[in-house]
């Protein structure tokens, strides 16, 4: 929700005036509530030693701790009456009116704004919110940038494409198998990869789609194999939980048969 305030323009001294009177009618306030609250305490522990239900140790700290804060109220004051002594009483009354305004700003909002003021502060957040969206381009999911088609301060139309994505956990490999062997080849069907640039470590993979058509083996597709025959290409998913296969290695793929 939007915070609501209010601006006033003032002169540079006047605003150094208020300022420094709000410090030190806080920092009074303050000192005030603390010299009431220990001198209350000092009160408790003195009638309960006085029942010896506590030690007199304690009774002495609370009673320390009482003047503690009778001199730090006493200093604020002195803070206060020197500002108030130095400055004209104008000038005094017009901090004075600056603080009386703060706090009624504060008492507003703590009492709460009234219902349409909090509505219109939604709809300006709502609104704010959806023109930051648009300024944000999100991948559905994790991936890796392979290519960024803009550069900055271009201007990018609807539905213009901006970059090119790898997602992370869609790494796979593309397989050619002769048209004599496909049928021993299924969906689902079990797998196992290496990779050169990862060494001897076999990865599990899994028959994910098998081309409907045949095709002329690919010229930068290297195969025991002759390429005059036709074949069908066949795409296997890689299980890399650890992301070590990236696009673009070369790899052998072992299918397995049925047990």
Known sequence: MHKLSVVIPVYQDELSIAQTFITLKTELDRAAADE???????????????KDLVS?????????????????KQNAQHKLSELQRGYRPEEIASAEARYAQAQATLEKVQRGNRREDVEAAQAALAYDEARFRERQVL?????????L???????????????TLLERDQIYVRIYIPET???????????????????KQVFDGAVEQINQQ????????QTREERVHQVFGVKIRIDDASHRVLAGMAADVKLLGEK
């Open 181 to 199: 062997e496909i049928y021993r080849i299924h969906i689902g069907q079990k797998a196992q990869i290496t990779v050169d640039s990862v060494g």
């Open 139 to 147: 991948a559905p999911t994790a991936a890796t940038v392979e290519v």
């Open 214 to 221: 045949a095709e002329f083996l690919p010229r930068n597709v």
């Open 56 to 72: 007199k140790q304690q009774r002495d700290t609370a009673e320390a701790n009482w003047k503690m804060a009778v001199a730090e």
């Open 149 to 163: 088609d803009v550069r900055p301060g271009d201007l990018i139309s609807p539905n213009t494409p901006v970059a």
């Open 36 to 50: 009431t609250r220990t001198r209350l305490d000092f009160q408790r522990y003195d009638a309960l030693a006085q």
